[in-house]
């Protein structure tokens, strides 16, 4: 089977990316946007500034870190149903945390599959 981890690169975000709650939120709509099953999240506030915050997923994870310094938000998105669709989730993160920013997407694509021990 072969799934795609997207990593993604917001540049030019609000203030917003500083609020705990609102980086939840957009990691929990990305996840409903995807259609995935969320089972646990936690985040990690940093000193001086800058939080990373995932969401465990039954189809693996989103993970949000922020630096608030440079007004960016790094994003990786692994989903393991290869019918969900990891841009939607990518979308609704931008649409709450950088509406007016510039967003790169990089493409990872992974094999899932048995290795056969000769």
């Not at 500083?18 to 990690?44: K, P, S, Y």
């Not at 993970?63 to 990518?90: F, G, H, K, Q």
């Not at 493409?107 to 599959?113: A, N, Q």
Request: include cysteine; proline fraction near 4%.
């Amino acid at each position: 089977m072969k799934i795609r981890q997207v990593l993604a690169d917001m540049r030019n975000c609000g203030p917003q990316i500083e609020d705990e709650v609102v980086l939840r939120d957009a990691a929990l709509a990305a996840a409903t946007a995807a259609g995935a099953t969320i089972i646990g999240e936690h985040a990690q506030r940093y000193v001086p500034h800058g939080i990373t915050l995932v969401v465990f997923l039954a189809e693996s994870h989103i993970m949000l870190t922020t630096w608030p310094e440079y007004r960016m938000v790094l994003v990786d998105i692994l989903l393991c149903n290869p019918d969900m669709s990891e841009d939607a989730a990518v979308d609704e993160v931008a649409r709450w945390l950088c509406p007016d920013g510039l967003v790169e997407r990089s493409y990872v694509t992974r094999s899932i599959e048995s290795l056969e021990v000769a």
